[in-house]
């Protein structure tokens, strides 16, 4: 049965990393993963949107997958269903970022499992917005 990390390592990763990729990133405002990830962008992380329909969100070069992206990443946070994830884990295990973080809603424990036996921290079912004003603005 999967179990989150502890807050202290998540704490922990949010205060050591930069580049963070978003995949499912909504251009739409009112979309959760746009506004999660404008709100990380004012919190100063680099946002690399990964979303094959579109150049551009938030103002930043979107990519069609992360192997596309240049730069190394550190966490790929999940904005997708919960069955369409074990790509983007296999994906994610190829350019080995620190961690990979499932949102709120997106629980696949087998990928979760497969992340984790490849040496990836695993967030699942959080949301990086609420755990970073949890954690590091509290």
């Not at 990393?17 to 506004?35: C, D, F, H, T, Y």
């Not at 499932?102 to 917005?129: H, S």
Request: hydrophobic letters at 40%.
């Amino acid at each position: 049965m999967f179990s989150n990390p502890k807050d202290e390592q998540i704490k922990d990763l949010l205060q050591k990393v930069k580049n963070i990729a978003v995949v499912g990133l909504s251009p739409k405002q009112e979309r959760p993963s746009n506004g999660v990830a404008n709100y990380l962008k004012s919190q100063g992380y680099n946002i690399i949107p990964v979303n094959p329909g579109h150049s551009e969100i938030l103002g930043e070069k979107s990519f069609p997958d992360l192997k596309s992206i240049p730069v190394e990443v550190d966490i790929v946070d999940v904005f997708r269903k919960p069955d369409t994830v074990m790509p983007i884990v296999e994906e994610a295990l190829e350019i080995n970022p620190k961690a990979i973080w499932f949102q709120e809603g997106v629980i696949n424990e087998e990928a979760a499992q497969k992340a984790q036996d490849g040496g990836l921290m695993v967030v699942m079912d959080r949301c990086m917005l609420k755990e970073y004003k949890k954690l590091i603005e509290s």
